[in-house]
């Protein structure tokens, strides 16, 4: 059900008092449980709260998918109704069919945003796979109630069949793209770096959801996946764009972390400097404010981001005709 009005007010206290506690903004994952329940115009009063500050809201889109050019009109509107600076979280398209049409699309309505006044800008990470967590591939209306609800209902066979049909529905021709990038117990360490579909017939042809649901509860939802969802020539023509920065979308993870996790944990700022580098794409100066200034611009970090005199400083020396990303996704930790 919808949030109250009472409950609308409540969030808007709490994001006013986050702000003067020293937040930058307020962020949505709209994909995820429970952000995914949100409406509209409840994320327009919520996001309203931090006009105020001068904060901007970065957001996870509603659908990266066949969906992703509403989800792209749908930030643009909250951002313009809220009155506040919108910055689009990893921008992708992760539906096939549209691959080199949906990004032509979103970024034109960027643009038009852009002139018309509204500060829009985009992050990335220079990867044709994202991570997420393995139970995102259950349909969202199984967390009501929470991650244990969700679990209950795979444990029940009648609800579990439904979800099943869902997510097989969904992920026609998908499950060969996702694969297992990290699990707790030490009985499921042989399915790390497969796909699913690889394990369900390595499991004696079993079926690919049921073959997902499973792992998400032997490993009490600790699973992460790694899914190869975009193209090469999307990513490029997002990275061309003057507001879109290189960001990882990852963690500040150890060598040692286990599994076989995104390598953009280790590697994103190098691959986009020998990716720009390799395939000519935009020169090294343009890279490096990517990386640098334009974060720092939009987050309001007046004092970092350029070598000006009065700043602070922050140098990193490198060689340019060297310079690379040597991480990969068998072998992350580089």
């Known amino acids: 059900e919808e949030a109250t009005a009472q409950q609308i007010g409540q969030m808007r206290d709490l994001t006013a008092q986050a702000m003067e506690d020293g937040a930058y903004g307020i962020s949505t994952g709209l994909i995820y449980p429970p952000s995914c329940y949100s409406t509209t115009e409840e994320l327009v009063q919520v996001v309203n709260a931090i006009r105020p500050y001068g904060g901007y809201y970065a957001t996870h889109m509603r659908n990266e998918s066949y969906d992703v050019v509403k989800s792209v009109q749908e930030a643009l509107h909250v951002a313009k109704e ?9 921008h992708k398209v992760t539906h096939k069919a549209d691959w080199q049409v949906s990004c032509k699309t979103t970024i034109a309505m960027i643009q038009r945003a852009r002139r018309q006044g509204l500060d829009v800008t985009c992050d990335q990470y220079p990867y044709s796979a994202s991570a997420t967590s393995m139970s995102s591939n259950v349909p969202s209306w199984a967390f009501e109630g929470g991650v244990e609800a969700m679990l209950a209902r795979l444990r029940d066979p009648e609800t579990r069949a439904v979800l099943r049909d869902q997510s097989n529905a969904s992920h026609e021709g998908r499950w060969c793209d996702i694969y297992v990038a990290y699990v707790q117990t030490e009985k499921n360490q042989w399915m790390v770096g497969k796909s699913i579909t690889e394990i369900a017939e390595q499991l004696g042809g079993k079926d690919p959801a049921d073959t997902c649901f499973d792992i998400v509860l032997d490993e009490n939802n600790h699973v992460g996946e790694i899914n190869f969802g975009m ?11 003057p507001f879109v920065m290189p960001g990882s979308d990852g963690e500040a993870m150890p060598l040692t972390a286990p599994g076989k996790p995104h390598p953009r944990n280790f590697g994103t700022f190098p691959h986009a400097i020998e990716w720009a580098r390799d395939e000519a794409l935009l020169p090294l100066e343009t890279v490096i404010y990517k990386i640098t200034g334009l974060p720092a611009k939009m987050m309001g970090l007046t004092q970092h981001g350029t070598l000006e005199v009065g700043k602070v400083v922050d140098v990193t020396i490198f060689d340019h005709a060297k310079v690379a990303d040597r991480s990969t996704y068998s072998d992350p930790m580089q």
């Open 82 to 90: 809220a009155g506040v600076r919108l910055q689009i979280s990893h």
């Open 231 to 241: 193209c090469e020539e999307d990513i490029e023509y997002i990275m061309s764009q």
